[in-house]
Structure formats: structure tokens, C-alpha cells
């Protein structure tokens, strides 16, 4: 069993930035993939960025050169934290964000009741 829960989220303005953290926990985490996904009022969830169990990041193209993922090593296999930098922030990014973990590749699928899944932070932009 994984557990995930995210934090950092906020009320900015267009153009800050925040760093929004997952923290995972449970045994042999430290080979799972850690993703981001987010989703807007009234909108699908989509993916936004991810890394697999090795630190290999993937993005969403229309978050890439924005956002900047990051896997944080830990002292034991049974935690690990990613970290989510986000830029130049957009009223459009407002959305809950969520995080998710599934075994070694950074999920990819916004629906895939199968990854473990955190419960969210809002992030909210103000224009």
C-alpha cells in the first residue's frame, strides 16, 4: 500500500510561482513513478508532469518550459517526495492538483483508478 498526499498549493498571482510537493510512504516506494495531474473547474483531469522511479521526467507540452518536476532521494526505499515547480503562473493553471504513484513508470492516464492517488491542493490564480 501507497500513500500520497500533496501540499503547497495557494491562492497567487498571475506570474509567482509555487513549489508543490508529494510526499509518498509505504514499502519499496522509492520504485515508483510519482505524477502530477491537475483539474480545472468544469474541465477533464489531465496529466501535467511526471518521473519515473529513476528521476526520468515527462511533461505535458503545454506545461514544458513552465514547470519543472524533481524527485527528492530519501534515506530509506519506504519514502520518497517529488516536487512540482511552477512558473510564470497563468490564471488558466488554477485547478486542484493531484498526485499519483503507480509501480516504476510515471502514471500517465487521468482516469486510471489503479494508481494510488493523493487528495489534492488548490491552486488558484489570480489575474
Known amino acids: 500500500q501507497v500513500q500520497v498526499e500533496e501540499s503547497g498549493g495557494g491562492f497567487v498571482q498571475a506570474g509567482d510561482s509555487l513549489r508543490l510537493s508529494c510526499a509518498a510512504s509505504g514499502r519499496t516506494v522509492d520504485r515508483y513513478g510519482i505524477s502530477w495531474f491537475r483539474q480545472a473547474p468544469g474541465k477533464e483531469r489531465e496529466f501535467v508532469a511526471g518521473v519515473n522511479w529513476i528521476g526520468v521526467p515527462v511533461y505535458a507540452d503545454s506545461v514544458e518550459g513552465r514547470f519543472t518536476i524533481s524527485r527528492k532521494s530519501a534515506k530509506t526505499n519506504a519514502e520518497t517526495t517529488v516536487f512540482l515547480h511552477v512558473n510564470s503562473l497563468l490564471p488558466e493553471d488554477t485547478a486542484v492538483y493531484y498526485c499519483?504513484?503507480?509501480?516504476?513508470?510515471?502514471?500517465?492516464?487521468?482516469?486510471?483508478?489503479?494508481?494510488?492517488w493523493g487528495q489534492g491542493t488548490q491552486v488558484t490564480v489570480s489575474s
Open positions: 499519483a504513484a503507480d509501480w516504476a513508470e510515471a502514471p500517465r492516464l487521468p482516469r486510471r483508478s489503479e494508481y494510488y
